[in-house]
């Protein structure tokens, strides 16, 4: 099982706690972690991916085992501590001001 930490807003509009668990299927990459996550929660299709490309939206970063996987290819694995649970994969919606 994969261990998914939520931002709030995300939590709200899935009506879920601060984490989920999800069944994916080895390899387990950036890809099938949004996949199996949009597949189980529907209304966060196009919240944290674009819905035609798939790519992570500007203000959407990704983290695990306190590194930032943002910029990392969706199709690499992740940690071998998150794709067995011990530790979250953790998306947070970034902030910007100016």
Not at 51 to 73: G, I, N
Request: aromatic content about 6%.
């Amino acid at each position: 099982m994969i261990r998914v930490q939520l931002p709030y807003h995300l939590r709200n509009l899935a009506s879920v706690g601060r984490e989920v668990t999800l069944e994916v299927d080895p390899p387990v990459t950036q890809r099938s972690i949004l996949d199996a996550l949009e597949k189980a929660y529907p209304m966060l299709s196009g919240t944290i991916r674009d819905h035609v490309t798939k790519k992570r939206r500007p203000f959407v970063r990704f983290f695990a085992c306190k590194m930032d996987l943002s910029d990392e290819s969706p199709d690499a694995p992740v940690p071998d501590q998150v794709a067995t649970g011990v530790e979250l994969y953790v998306v947070i919606g970034a902030i910007a001001g100016g």
